[in-house]
C-alpha cells in the first residue's frame, strides 16, 4: 500500500517501540518530529530517521505533507492536540487515552466526525495473545464466561514524572487502568453487553493531592458475568495479566499488553493445562498495520472516537467512586 506520512507529536521514550519501529516494518514515511525542546526533535529525527523537525507542535500539524498525527504526549495533552489536529483534516493515532475527562473525549468524537480517521492506541487489542483469548470465549472451549480479572501494576516512576502530575492528567487509572477497563469492555460480546461499575476504591499518591496511586474497580456485565480491574504505580514488581473464567474452564493471557515480552496464554480446562505461545511481535505494528490498512483501503477497525469515549465515561465514574475527582482539562 502507499505508504503513511506520518508525524510525531515530541520525542516520548515509548514512540520508539510504538511508533518508530512499526512505521519501519511496515514502510511507512517518518515525514516529520515537533518537540518543545528543538534540541531533543533533533536528536529524536537524527536517532530514528524521522525527516525533518517542526518547530512546535502547531507547525508539524500544519505540515501538508504529514497526513497522520500520532500523539504520545503526556495524557493531559492528548485531548487538545488531538482537537487540533481533527480540526487540521488529520488523521490521527493517539495514545491512550484520549482526553483528561468524558466531555473532552466528547469533543473528540464530534471532531472526528469529519471524515477524518481516529484511533486510541488500545494495541493489545490487535496482538495474536488478545484475539486467542477471545477466540477461545468464542469457541466456547472455556463454556460461558463468568468473571474477568485484569491487573496492570508497575514498579513507581520517579516523584517529578508528568504521571504523578495532576494538571497534566496523571494517576495510576490513567496511565494503567485504562487498559485494565478496556480489556473489559470489549468482552461485551461474551458477557450480555457491556460492563456497569459497581463499585471503586483508591490510594492517593504520598505528596500528590488527588493522584491516584492505585485504584480497585469491580464491574458487572447484563449477564451477570463480574469483572475485577485492577491497578497499580507503585507496586513491587511488573504484572500485566488478563485471566478470563468460564463455566468450563479458564483462560490468562501472561501480559497481555507487553506481549512481546511474554506471549504467553494458559489455558486449564477439565482435559488438562496447555500453555500457547502467540508470538512476540509486536503489538503496536500490528496496530500500525490496521490503522494503515483501514486509512488507505477501509478495512475495518475495532476502535474509533465512540470507543474512547465510552472508556473514559468508564475511567470518570471509577474515579467519582472512589473518591478522586475527574481529571481535570490542560489548556495550551
Not at 14 to 19: C, K, T
Not at 31 to 52: I, K, L, P, S, Y
Not at 309 to 322: G, K, Q
Request: glycine share 10%; net charge negative.
Amino acid at each position: 500500500m502507499t505508504p503513511l506520512r506520518i508525524g510525531v507529536l515530541g520525542a516520548a521514550r515509548i514512540a520508539e517501540l510504538s511508533i518508530v519501529g512499526p512505521a519501519r516494518a511496515g514502510g511507512h514515511r517518518l515525514v516529520a518530529v515537533a518537540a518543545r525542546d528543538r534540541a531533543r526533535a533533533e536528536a529524536f529525527a537524527a536517532t530514528h530517521g524521522v525527516e525533518r523537525v517542526a518547530g512546535s507542535y502547531a507547525e508539524l500539524i500544519a505540515d501538508p505533507e504529514v497526513e497522520v498525527v500520532y500523539n504520545p504526549l503526556a495524557n493531559g495533552l492528548h485531548g487538545p492536540w488531538n482537537l487540533a489536529a481533527l480540526a487540521a483534516g488529520k488523521h490521527v493515532l493517539t495514545e491512550k487515552p484520549s482526553a483528561s475527562n468524558a466531555q473532552e473525549a466528547a469533543e473528540v468524537r464530534a471532531a472526528a466526525a469529519s471524515g477524518t480517521v481516529f484511533m486510541e492506541g488500545f494495541h493489545y487489542l490487535f496482538h495474536p495473545v488478545t484475539l486467542r483469548l477471545h477466540e477461545l470465549l468464542g469457541s466456547g472451549e472455556l463454556g460461558e464466561l463468568r468473571h474477568v480479572e485484569t491487573v496492570v501494576a508497575m514498579p513507581a516512576p520517579q516523584d517529578d514524572d508528568v504521571r504523578w502530575h495532576l494538571p497534566l492528567a496523571g494517576g495510576a487509572l490513567m496511565d494503567l487502568g485504562c487498559y485494565s477497563l478496556h480489556a473489559q469492555r470489549v468482552l461485551a460480546p461474551w458477557a450480555g453487553g457491556t460492563p456497569r461499575l459497581v463499585s471503586a476504591r483508591g490510594g492517593e499518591r504520598k505528596g500528590a493531592p488527588g493522584i491516584d496511586e492505585w485504584l480497585d474497580a469491580e464491574l458487572e456485565f447484563p449477564g451477570g458475568v463480574t469483572g475485577s480491574a485492577r491497578c497499580h504505580m507503585a507496586y513491587d514488581t511488573w504484572q500485566m495479566s488478563c485471566r478470563v473464567v468460564g463455566t468450563r474452564g479458564e483462560a490468562t493471557a501472561v501480559n497481555f499488553v507487553q506481549p512481546h515480552l511474554d506471549d504467553r496464554v494458559l489455558v486449564r480446562t477439565a482435559a488438562g493445562e496447555r500453555v500457547e505461545e502467540l508470538g512476540r511481535r509486536s503489538s503496536y505494528t500490528y496496530q500500525l498495520d490496521a490503522f494503515a490498512a483501514h486509512v488507505r483501503h477501509g478495512a475495518p477497525l475495532p476502535l474509533d472516537a465512540e470507543d474512547a469515549l465510552a472508556t473514559m465515561r468508564l475511567i470518570d465514574a471509577c474515579y467519582v467512586a472512589a473518591g478522586f475527582a475527574p481529571r481535570p482539562r490542560t489548556d495550551i
